[in-house]
């Protein structure tokens, strides 16, 4: 009798109920989600550039998309944005401090890759088009759609899905989830080249490892992530003065 009134709760769940358990328990659920989001946050980048939509080249529209994937996602979960990292923080202080050495960090590892290495990042597509009115649009780019939007899909996003496919009440599994989003968001930045995609890897490492000593408080690398960027294509520019 127990068993008969289990299954008819079961029958009486709505969809999203259904939905949203599967996507919390079911690790080839969890699996797909990821999938979904990868596939939805960089197909465009292969669709002709030449195409324009509402005045933007199609790639422009991964991020703000893959956005939407994840907030669908979470709405058939029932859990919010904090569940992503977007909590206020106990101190901005403290909080604006991490950020400022993540992006120092990230910055002398920047310096010493291209000093260094042999195969530094290929920055020649922002180069072209650095004029001071792209100046301005990429710094406005750096907090949107790079700052806020990459730090809620790969720190937020996919470093939690990583983790929960290796129980995400586990520490060890929180590195896992380290290592694969870290290596997912270098890999995504296979048009800066091998360089890029190492340097890009690293900077994910460095921020998720930010992530996660604030207590996976998002605020911090998004921070990190606007002003390391907002810095980076101000020292391109006026390396193009010069």
């Known amino acids: 009798m127990t068993a008969n009134k289990a299954d008819h709760s079961d029958n009486n769940n709505t969809l999203r109920e259904r939905v949203g358990k599967s996507l919390l328990e079911n690790k080839t659920a ?16 292969f669709v002709d550039q030449d195409l324009v939509v ?15 994937a994840i907030w669908l996602i979470s709405w058939f979960k029932e859990v919010d944005w904090s569940d992503l990292g977007l909590t206020r923080p106990q101190s901005w202080k403290k909080t604006i ?10 910055q002398v590892i920047g310096i010493l890759q291209i000093a260094l290495s042999d ?4 920055l020649s597509s922002y180069e072209e088009r650095l004029t001071p009115l792209w100046l301005l649009g990429w710094i406005v780019i750096s907090w949107t759609t790079a700052g806020f939007g990459e730090e809620v ?7 939690k899905q990583f983790a929960r496919l290796f129980d995400d009440q586990k520490n060890s599994s ?6 694969l989003s870290s290596i997912l968001f270098g890999l995504v930045h296979f048009h800066q080249g091998p360089g890029g995609m190492l340097g890009t890897g690293i900077l994910g490492l460095v921020f998720g490892i930010a ?6 408080n998002l605020w911090v690398t998004i921070i990190a992530h606007g002003l390391t960027g907002t810095t980076s294509f101000i020292m391109l520019y006026l390396g193009q003065l010069r």
């Open 30 to 45: 969890i699996i797909a989600s990821i999938l979904v989001v990868i596939f939805i946050g960089q197909v465009l980048k």
């Open 54 to 68: 509402l005045g933007r080249s199609p790639s422009f529209w991964g991020i703000p998309l893959a956005l939407l």
């Open 97 to 106: 401090n991490a950020a400022l050495i993540t992006m120092v960090t990230v």
């Open 119 to 122: 195969s530094p990042p290929n």
């Open 153 to 159: 899909i790969y720190r937020g996003f996919f470093m």
């Open 174 to 179: 929180w590195i896992i989830g380290l290592v």
């Open 211 to 216: 992530y996660l000593r604030s207590g996976r």
